[in-house]
């Protein structure tokens, strides 16, 4: 298994007059398979909200989505479930999977509905369950929730009782630095979109919606298909620039596909910068957009920098593995002309509509909603410019609703996140 790495600027000619340039740098990552490299095993943990709320047809639908999954998959693979409410428990305990209709019937008898939601408590004891199962899989979690979990009490600056939400952040930054990924799937309308969107984002995993339980079905398979599709594992992007080149100052760098995520900066003892991507998918590119600043430099093909990957690849039980250094070229003339990407230019406009609908969600929590309504019909004309008409059309919807006076539903709210962050499809 190999790494395909490929870059472009917006616009690879550069105005060697100008002090200063702007560029915007895509970079696009996937998995390369061989003939003979085999599909790695799963090591699978699911997470399951059983709550009171969650009881009845909700409850139901999401153990058939179990089991459909269950059935999907193939000799090797692990799977262990996890259930929460008040408590957590597990249900089935990491195991290969020899007898689905066993794990079937174990998860008909002991999955039943009842008590609060401490999402905590579920992802921690998920987290332990994947561990055991490492070793050459792709270990991912799905986690359903329906629920809010508990912020405690804060008087002052004294925080009484546990932050479940916070915890549950810590946690999923801990499962990134064990190169485990978690997706997380929001069940119905009274989900807290903010929490599961951070611990998707953390690891590189992915925020699903499941409006009507009639869905949970669809939207299981679909991410199961992806992390079927994986590669290779822990992919870091490593980013090194020439003096002259800098990253910008205010959110530098964002991934763009197949989620927009806003990524943190870090960096190497080398001086170089490293980006967590996680998992590598066969035939489906992780595409990041860097925003970059160009100093004056010679005329000619200049190198303006060099990317490179490093990756585990659990195929070969090796870690730490490195593609190959590739250099980032302009082109710096005295006679300049824009020489732009057609491709480069729709990932910055990806990148523009989940942004502007970021600030549109924080005019509305502010009380402007003027201010809400220009940007959301902004992000429904960027959708429009990409091709993406769905978006457009909760975009706006959500603009037309606000403009009349009315409340955002909390449906309404969620699918605006949603599309945000994705390309919509039917």
Not at 51 to 64: K, L
Not at 86 to 105: A, F, L, M, R
Not at 284 to 305: F, T, W
Not at 321 to 342: E, F, R, V
Request: charged share 20%; aromatic share 4%; glycine share 8%.
């Amino acid at each position: 298994m190999k790494v395909q790495l490929l870059s472009a600027l917006n616009d690879t000619n550069v105005d060697a007059a100008q002090l200063s340039n702007q560029r915007q740098l895509e970079i696009s990552i996937s998995a390369i398979a061989d003939e003979l490299d085999p599909s790695l095993p799963l090591n699978l943990c699911l997470i399951l909200d059983k709550s009171g709320s969650m009881h009845g047809e909700p409850m139901n639908t999401v153990i058939q989505a179990v089991e459909q999954l269950l059935d999907q998959l193939k000799p090797g693979d692990r799977i262990s479930i996890v259930a929460f409410a008040g408590t957590s428990e597990v249900i089935i305990p990491n195991q290969i999977v020899q007898d689905p209709e066993t794990i079937k019937t174990q998860l008909h008898k002991k999955l039943k509905a009842g008590g609060g939601t401490v999402i905590a408590e579920g992802l921690s004891l998920g987290i332990t369950e994947l561990l055991k199962g490492t070793k050459g899989a792709v270990s991912q979690a799905f986690l359903l929730t329906d629920g809010h979990g508990d912020n405690g009490l804060k008087i002052w600056k004294w925080e009484i009782g546990p932050n479940d939400n916070k915890r549950c952040l810590e946690l999923a930054q801990k499962a990134t630095r064990v190169n485990l990924t978690l997706n997380t799937f929001g069940f119905g309308n009274d989900w807290n979109q903010d929490l599961l969107e951070k611990i998707a984002d953390a690891g590189g995993g992915t925020l699903a919606y499941i409006e009507s339980p009639k869905q949970a079905v669809d939207q299981f398979s679909r991410l199961f298909k992806r992390i079927q599709s994986v590669g290779l594992t822990n992919a870091h992007l490593l980013l090194s620039l020439v003096p002259g080149v800098r990253l910008a100052e205010l959110k530098p760098i964002a991934q763009v596909a197949p989620e927009t995520i806003e990524l943190p900066v870090a960096t190497e003892a080398n001086g170089s910068f490293i980006f967590r991507l996680g998992d590598l998918m066969r035939g489906a590119e992780r595409v990041v957009l860097a925003n970059i600043y160009l100093g004056q430099m010679p005329e000619g093909k200049q190198v303006i920098g060099h990317i490179q990957i490093r990756y585990d690849d659990p195929a070969i039980n090796q870690e730490g593995l490195l593609s190959p250094l590739m250099p980032i070229y302009a082109n710096i003339t005295q006679t300049y002309q824009p020489a732009l990407n057609p491709q480069v230019l729709k990932s910055i406009l990806v990148l523009a509509k989940y942004r502007q609908t970021q600030v549109a969600e924080a005019k509305l929590e502010q009380g402007d909603r003027a201010g809400a309504v220009t940007m959301l019909q902004t992000a429904a004309k960027t959708a429009l410019q990409i091709g993406d008409t769905g978006a457009a059309t909760v975009l706006q919807s959500s603009a037309t609703r606000l403009q009349a006076g009315e409340e955002l539903s909390e449906s309404d709210r969620k699918k605006t996140r949603i599309v945000s962050k994705t390309i919509l499809r039917e």
